[in-house]
């Protein structure tokens, strides 16, 4: 344990997947497919419905949550049972690459599939690449247990998610450099989406596949087949988390609605800046790159205040301003200006409560279940929310009008605190049969 070059290749990964998740899920693809549904003579129907062009995204990562919340409980349970969890991290890190990739080739007029068709594709890939995504962490974090001793693994899961927001905001630069330099955004647009499936394919081969070490299966190899024992691992550990590990299971519940507050609002901004504010994708990319650099020092300064007053009490206080940044932008929100003042109080909470809520959650679950435990902890990871994602949909859908949609939001943060507040952090760790002596509560 504490191989520092494992951990290192650990860290990595989420510079490698970060370009998705900022440049794909936060920055372009959102206003690009909205752009599109929006240029269409005939608008996109589900069920004979015409959908709103600002509810077509957000109601695509919707169903790719979805399909993450039936399937990766079940991948995490499979991993814990075989040798398997390095390839199926690789093998979705890959996939979700190419179907990445393939985004260059959405366009308008689109040969046979026309503009509607191009909006559809667009939203395919999406599904197929934020599940991979998804179903790639699982395995990724269940590798944060076995790699860093407890004490330790505050910091290291801080690092790794500064690294994600610096590799994820010097791709950001050279996204905004290509736009600059550029006369035909849209190319420039295309060119960027499918730059971050190449990355993210890169820098997960230089990384992860020759530094992270495969163990060997923490439980024996089941005699039914794996899939259907992954079903009734998952209802087996739904059972244990209520019996065994109900603080586990508070806190658990309480990260999946104020993650989940988060994660929509990391998925609509764009959008929402875009199409309330009239702002350009150039200031678009320029308010993220800025966000992913400060993000990245606020990782690491909420690292150094959990290590003082506990990564409980940290997550809260990045609850409490995650509210007010919701309430300013619904009521107070009106141009550019404003937009780049309120993105930093949002960038510093963001790194922090991300970070220190994954350290928190592996302390909290027993030895050798980390990819089953992380597979329920995944379902609202990043760039993953599902109920948050819906319910702004359904309201662009119902009113037109993002900046309507936006203060339902405010509910994922205070119920999400409310819940946090009533979690016994040091029995959640005895519980789970580990050591809190050395952790912070």
């Given at each position: 344990?504490?191989?520092?070059?494992?951990?290192?290749?650990?860290?990595?990964?989420?510079?490698?997947?970060?370009?998705?998740?900022?440049?794909?899920?936060?920055?372009?693809?959102?206003?690009?497919?909205?752009?599109?549904?929006?240029?269409?003579?005939?608008?996109?129907?589900?069920?004979?419905?015409?959908?709103?062009?600002?509810?077509?995204?957000?109601?695509?990562?919707?169903?790719?949550?979805?399909?993450?919340?039936?399937?990766?409980?079940?991948?995490?349970?499979?991993?814990?049972?075989?040798?398997?969890?390095?390839?199926?991290?690789?093998?979705?890190?890959?996939?979700?690459?190419?179907?990445?990739?393939?985004?260059?080739?959405?366009?308008?007029?689109?040969?046979?599939?026309?503009?509607?068709?191009?909006?559809?594709?667009?939203?395919?890939?999406?599904?197929?690449?934020?599940?991979?995504?998804?179903?790639?962490?699982?395995?990724?974090?269940?590798?944060?247990?076995?790699?860093?001793?407890?004490?330790?693994?505050?910091?290291?899961?801080?690092?790794?998610?500064?690294?994600?927001?610096?590799?994820?905001?010097?791709?950001?630069?050279?996204?905004?450099?290509?736009?600059?330099?550029?006369?035909?955004?849209?190319?420039?647009?295309?060119?960027?989406?499918?730059?971050?499936?190449?990355?993210?394919?890169?820098?997960?081969?230089?990384?992860?596949?020759?530094?992270?070490?495969?163990?060997?299966?923490?439980?024996?190899?089941?005699?039914?087949?794996?899939?259907?024992?992954?079903?009734?691992?998952?209802?087996?550990?739904?059972?244990?988390?209520?019996?065994?590990?109900?603080?586990?299971?508070?806190?658990?519940?309480?990260?999946?609605?104020?993650?989940?507050?988060?994660?929509?609002?990391?998925?609509?901004?764009?959008?929402?800046?875009?199409?309330?504010?009239?702002?350009?994708?150039?200031?678009?990319?320029?308010?993220?790159?800025?966000?992913?650099?400060?993000?990245?020092?606020?990782?690491?300064?909420?690292?150094?205040?959990?290590?003082?007053?506990?990564?409980?009490?940290?997550?809260?206080?990045?609850?409490?301003?995650?509210?007010?940044?919701?309430?300013?932008?619904?009521?107070?929100?009106?141009?550019?200006?404003?937009?780049?003042?309120?993105?930093?109080?949002?960038?510093?909470?963001?790194?922090?409560?991300q970070a220190l809520s994954r350290y928190l959650f592996s302390q909290m679950i027993p030895a050798?279940?980390?990819?089953?435990?992380?597979?329920?902890?995944?379902?609202?990871?990043?760039?993953?929310?599902?109920?948050?994602?819906?319910?702004?949909?359904?309201?662009?859908?119902?009113?037109?009008?993002?900046?309507?949609?936006?203060?339902?939001?405010?509910?994922?943060?205070?119920?999400?605190?409310?819940?946090?507040?009533?979690?016994?952090?040091?029995?959640?760790?005895?519980?789970?049969?580990?050591?809190?002596?050395?952790?912070?509560?």
């Amino acid at each position: 344990m504490n191989d520092k070059r494992e951990i290192t290749g650990w860290m990595m990964y989420d510079w490698a997947n970060s370009a998705f998740s900022t440049t794909v899920v936060t920055a372009l693809l959102g206003p690009y497919i909205q752009s599109l549904a929006e240029s269409t003579t005939e608008p996109l129907r589900l069920f004979g419905a015409a959908i709103e062009p600002g509810a077509i995204y957000p109601f695509a990562v919707s169903f790719s949550v979805v399909l993450q919340v039936i399937f990766l409980p079940l991948l995490g349970a499979i991993a814990d049972h075989t040798a398997l969890k390095k390839r199926m991290l690789l093998a979705f890190a890959y996939t979700g690459a190419l179907a990445t990739i393939l985004l260059f080739f959405v366009r308008g007029e689109m040969p046979l599939l026309g503009t509607s068709g191009a909006v559809v594709l667009g939203s395919l890939l999406l599904i197929i690449a934020n599940l991979c995504f998804g179903a790639a962490i699982v395995f990724y974090n269940s590798f944060l247990p076995q790699i860093v001793s407890p004490d330790g693994r505050d910091a290291i899961s801080s690092r790794g998610w500064a690294m994600g927001y610096l590799g994820g905001g010097l791709y950001l630069l050279l996204n905004l450099a290509l736009l600059l330099l550029m006369d035909d955004t849209t190319l420039a647009v295309r060119i960027s989406l499918a730059g971050a499936g190449v990355w993210w394919l890169v820098f997960t081969v230089l990384y992860p596949r020759r530094r992270l070490v495969q163990r060997a299966p923490s439980r024996p190899r089941p005699q039914v087949n794996l899939f259907t024992h992954g079903v009734r691992q998952v209802v087996k550990t739904l059972g244990e988390l209520w019996r065994d590990y109900p603080m586990t299971l508070r806190y658990l519940v309480a990260y999946l609605i104020y993650n989940d507050g988060i994660q929509t609002v990391i998925v609509v901004a764009a959008a929402f800046a875009t199409s309330e504010l009239g702002v350009e994708a150039q200031t678009v990319l320029i308010l993220v790159l800025m966000i992913q650099f400060v993000a990245f020092g606020g990782a690491l300064l909420f690292g150094r205040i959990a290590a003082r007053i506990g990564a409980k009490r940290a997550i809260m206080i990045t609850l409490v301003i995650w509210s007010g940044v919701v309430i300013y932008a619904f009521a107070f929100l009106t141009n550019t200006v404003q937009l780049f003042v309120l993105g930093v109080p949002l960038a510093l909470v963001l790194g922090g409560s991300q970070a220190l809520s994954r350290y928190l959650f592996s302390q909290m679950i027993p030895a050798d279940h980390e990819a089953e435990y992380f597979g329920f902890y995944e379902i609202s990871e990043r760039g993953t929310s599902w109920i948050g994602t819906f319910a702004f949909a359904l309201a662009v859908q119902i009113t037109g009008s993002q900046r309507i949609a936006i203060v339902a939001l405010i509910i994922f943060f205070v119920v999400g605190l409310i819940l946090l507040s009533r979690v016994d952090v040091r029995r959640a760790i005895v519980e789970a049969g580990n050591d809190p002596s050395g952790v912070v509560i």
